[in-house]
């Protein structure tokens, strides 16, 4: 999971070197696990280990909270894990590479770095009952910015970027408590709706003084808990472990102290 994870950084990464064709090519465009792939670049040596990563976007892209722009903006480019190769011929400014494994299918163009070994994220068990609603314990807070693939509402297993890094002292191996509130600026833009078109009954003798600003004194609820894989100065990704219903981009989380799960 973690070499398939992606990242967000304000910081590029060089696109000198990429994935020119395949064995098969131009027949084949995508390729995959112990497909032959020819790259382009230099200092190539055999026996290397590369990755392949590609600088990407979403095409389908909507603001799903009020100031995601703003914080996708700040966090940086967003870079997918597509898998790792081994450097198998090299000739000149080309080589031959054997993918080893793939998150998902490579295409021409995409990104070749050297491999970088990355720190394993200790899974915690969960011997414990999750509670539903807890006190929030004033620790390092964020929020969910964007998941990998793009999707809005996550279940366990799946990655998502995150607006605070190891500058804020987040690291692998922490793990999240995700949350949602009621006020507002915390629901999705159906769920605004719904809060401002509040229905009462008929036979109510007199409409309850429901002020919708009244929401933000709710109790936060907890949706599920998430480990942070990676981390970069200012952003970090993670994996949701545990939820009980849906998690979205635009919820909180909060860094559980190491005891949270005793």
């Given at each position: 999971?973690?070499?398939?994870?992606?990242?967000?950084?304000?910081?590029?990464?060089?696109?000198?070197?990429?994935?020119?064709?395949?064995?098969?090519?131009?027949?084949?465009?995508?390729?995959?696990?112990?497909?032959?792939?020819?790259?382009?670049?230099?200092?190539?040596?055999?026996?290397?280990?590369?990755?392949?990563?590609?600088?990407?976007?979403?095409?389908?892209?909507?603001?799903?909270?009020?100031?995601?722009?703003?914080?996708?903006?700040?966090?940086?480019?967003?870079?997918?894990?597509?898998?790792?190769?081994?450097?198998?011929?090299?000739?000149?400014?080309?080589?031959?590479?054997?993918?080893?494994?793939?998150?998902?299918?490579?295409v021409p163009g995409d990104i070749v770095v050297p491999f970088q070994e990355r720190?394993?994220?200790?899974?915690?068990?969960?011997?414990?009952?999750?509670?539903?609603?807890?006190?929030?314990?004033?620790?390092?807070?964020?929020?969910?910015?964007?998941?990998?693939?793009?999707?809005?509402?996550?279940?366990?297993?799946?990655?998502?970027?995150?607006?605070?890094?190891?500058?804020?002292?987040?690291?692998?191996?922490?793990?999240?408590?995700?949350?949602?509130?009621?006020?507002?600026?915390?629901?999705?833009?159906?769920?605004?709706?719904?809060?401002?078109?509040?229905?009462?009954?008929?036979?109510?003798?007199?409409?309850?003084?429901?002020?919708?600003?009244?929401?933000?004194?709710?109790?936060?609820?907890?949706?599920?808990?998430?480990?942070?894989?990676?981390?970069?100065?200012?952003?970090?990704?993670?994996?949701?472990?545990?939820?009980?219903?849906?998690?979205?981009?635009?919820?909180?989380?909060?860094?559980?102290?190491?005891?949270?799960?005793?």
């Open positions: 999971d973690v070499y398939c994870a992606g990242w967000m950084s304000p910081q590029d990464i060089s696109n000198n070197s990429y994935v020119l064709a395949g064995e098969q090519s131009p027949n084949t465009a995508r390729f995959v696990k112990n497909d032959s792939i020819f790259l382009t670049g230099s200092g190539w040596q055999e026996g290397q280990k590369v990755s392949m990563v590609r600088r990407s976007k979403d095409p389908n892209y909507y603001t799903i909270y009020e100031g995601q722009s703003a914080e996708i903006k700040k966090a940086g480019l967003l870079f997918f894990d597509l898998g790792q190769a081994t450097v198998t011929f090299a000739q000149g400014n080309t080589a031959v590479a054997h993918v080893d494994f793939s998150c998902e299918a490579i720190p394993l994220a200790a899974f915690r068990p969960r011997p414990y009952n999750f509670q539903h609603f807890v006190a929030l314990k004033g620790t390092t807070k964020g929020r969910i910015i964007m998941s990998k693939d793009f999707d809005i509402y996550l279940g366990e297993g799946k990655k998502f970027y995150v607006n605070i890094g190891s500058s804020q002292g987040l690291k692998s191996g922490d793990y999240l408590r995700i949350y949602r509130g009621y006020a507002v600026n915390d629901l999705d833009p159906s769920d605004q709706g719904s809060l401002q078109n509040l229905t009462y009954e008929d036979d109510q003798f007199k409409e309850p003084p429901t002020n919708p600003k009244r929401f933000g004194e709710i109790p936060k609820r907890s949706l599920g808990e998430a480990v942070v894989l990676t981390t970069t100065p200012t952003t970090a990704t993670a994996m949701i472990t545990y939820t009980i219903e849906d998690v979205q981009i635009g919820d909180h989380f909060e860094v559980m102290p190491p005891e949270a799960g005793d």
